[in-house]
């Protein structure tokens, strides 16, 4: 693994000066061939869907590693959203003269080469990988075990296509064994950034294992708050929406906390509807206490993150202490407040510390390709560098340049030339 990392950090400034053009072709190409080949594809998930119904694997697990003709779409239409945003690379964000002839500019440029670790999504393949290419990043993708075959169709079908475009034959590199996680934490000498996506326990282990900065999230403890003043019509299609649309998602919310003034008939409705649309309810001892359909919460208590169309709730005095409870027993991922009251939705807007924070809208929309990014290599729950869906931004850094005509710093310590700071 050391040797392809050495050759990848060698051949980055290549990928980093290649055309938007040339980028942009090899995102076009890569769209065709996944629709041409898209059946060889789906008889590789068909053999990755047959070997977890073997295992045994969750409906979670399941879930994220079906791979058919809706998905394709999917990352079809976030690959065209991405060729439709701008070059990330050499936009200039900073331009001031030092003096008449002293010019500083700081301008966008790739981070380099990327290790990212992802779960068992195949569609991840190639959003990762179509994320790289159009920020001009070499990577190397790692994706879950459950999903070998489907992930060995893609890499072949995107890298041959990004080859025939012009890129760099390592501008993209699949890991295809658990051994070589180790051996890409220990490059630390040809590895700018580790990306890793899966349990908290897993993430955990990256960072320990590594001295190569890592970014990214591990649990996705999502919640929503329904305030006093929650409009009872949009109540139960946001909760549902959160919880259902997609349960083994990241961004699904796994806590519902209820205000005690909410109306005690309005409480009972919604009660009623999730428990009828399907959802498992849990809660402490005063919510069992109200519903016989509410069961005790897990070991975990609030800080669960189910996958599964099950919902922990809990009843509080008011916004604050809906605030104090997502910033103690939360991920720092997505959290919304269902609200009319513009008071108490600003308090909750302002001191909620997470990635996201939404007002009346359901937490499913924490996505790179609903946020217009295209796709996202994961969701960063950090506060560095980049926060939240990590599209084409989140994959850029910048780098100073500085034109001059001889200058040289003794001439300004001494006082023979002045500094003359001037925005341009």
Known sequence: MQNITHQMK???????????????????AIRSALNDNKDSIFSANTKDLSRA????????????????????????AGIDQLIALPDPLG?????????????????????????????????????????????????????????????????????????????PELC???????????????????????????????????????????????????????????????????VKDAKLQYTAACNATETLLIDRGYPKALLDELISSLSEAGITLRGDEEMTGLYDNILPLTDKGYTCEYLEPVLSLKLVDGVNEAVDHINRHGSH???????????????????????????????????????GFGAEVGISTGKLHARGPVGLEGLTTYKYLLYGNGNIVGDYSTGKRQFNFKEL
């Open 172 to 238: 993209l590199f699949q890991a295809d064994s658990h051994g070589q996680i180790d051996e890409l934490l220990a490059c630390d000498a040809s590895v700018d950034l580790i990306i890793p996506r899966g349990s908290n326990s897993f993430v955990k282990y990256i960072m320990e294992h590594t001295s190569i900065p890592v970014m990214g999230h591990s649990d996705g403890i999502c919640h929503t708050y329904i305030d006093a003043s929650a409009d009872p019509k949009k109540v139960i299609p946001l």
């Open 333 to 371: 991922h997505t959290d919304c407040i269902i609200s009319e009251d513009e008071g108490v939705t600003d308090y909750f807007m302002r001191y909620v510390d997470s990635a996201g924070v939404y007002h009346n809208a359901s937490t499913r929309f924490a996505d790179g390709f609903r946020y």
């Open 91 to 167: 936009k200039t964000d900073l331009c001031r003269g030092l003096d008449s002839d002293l010019t500083l500019k700081r301008i966008s440029v790739p981070i380099g080469v990327l290790g990212v670790i992802f779960e068992a999504r195949p569609d991840a393949m190639i959003q990762i990988a179509s994320l790289c290419i159009k920020s001009g990043n070499c990577a190397i993708l790692k994706g879950g075990s459950e999903t070998m075959e489907t992930n060995a169709a893609i890499f072949s079908v995107i890298h041959e296509a990004a080859l025939n475009a012009g890129l």
């Open 10 to 28: 060698a051949i980055a400034p290549q990928m980093a000066a290649s055309s938007h053009q040339t980028r942009q072709n090899a995102l076009t």
């Open 53 to 76: 119904n073997e295992k045994g694997l969750s409906d979670a697990v399941k879930k994220r590693l079906l791979f058919n003709e809706a998905k394709l779409n999917d990352v079809c």
